[in-house]
C-alpha cells in the first residue's frame, strides 16, 4: 500500500485542553496511521468569535494508507467520540459562527493533493490566516 503524508492541525478549548489535545493525538495514531511529528503545544485565543477560554492547538504529521475521505471521516469519529456534538458539526459546515469545543481536528494538507469538495477542502482553505496554525505546522514542516 502508498503511504500518505498527511497534516493535521488539533485544537481544543473545554475541558482539560491539553490532555484533549494528547487524546486526539494518541487516537490518530492508533487509527489514522503513525505519528511521524508532533508541534509543541500552543495557548492561543480564540479566532473567529469571542469566548473566555483560551485554545490549547498543535499540528501533527501523520503517516497513512488511507485516502483523504477515510482520514475525514476518522478524524470526525474522533472528534465525536470525544464530545463533539452533531450542533458543532453543523455550525462548523456553515462557517458562519465559530464556538467552543472539546477537540477539532482539521486535515491541512494531504501529499501535495488538491480537492475541493463540499466537505473536504485540501490545503485547508484558511490556514493561512491562522498563526494558531501556521506557527505549529512550521514547526514540524521545518525541524
Not at 495514531?29 to 468569535?49: A, C, D, H, N, Y
Amino acid at each position: 500500500m502508498t503511504k500518505h503524508r498527511v497534516y493535521f492541525s488539533l485544537g481544543s478549548n473545554l475541558g482539560d485542553r491539553r490532555a484533549n489535545v494528547e487524546q486526539a493525538i494518541r487516537l490518530i495514531g492508533e487509527r489514522v496511521g503513525q505519528v511521524l511529528r508532533q508541534s509543541s503545544l500552543m495557548e492561543t485565543e480564540p479566532w473567529g468569535f469571542h469566548s473566555d477560554h483560551p485554545f490549547v492547538n498543535a499540528a501533527i504529521l501523520c503517516e497513512t494508507e488511507r485516502t483523504p475521505r477515510e482520514v475525514l471521516l476518522l478524524t470526525q469519529q474522533i472528534e465525536r467520540d470525544m464530545g463533539k456534538t452533531e450542533a458543532h458539526a453543523t455550525q462548523r459546515r456553515r462557517l458562519t459562527t465559530y464556538h467552543d469545543r472539546p477537540i477539532d481536528i482539521d486535515i491541512l494538507l494531504y501529499d501535495d493533493l488538491t480537492m475541493d469538495e463540499p466537505d473536504l477542502k485540501i490545503p485547508h482553505p484558511l490556514m493561512h490566516q491562522r498563526d494558531f496554525v501556521m506557527i505549529p505546522l512550521k514547526e514540524i514542516t521545518n525541524p
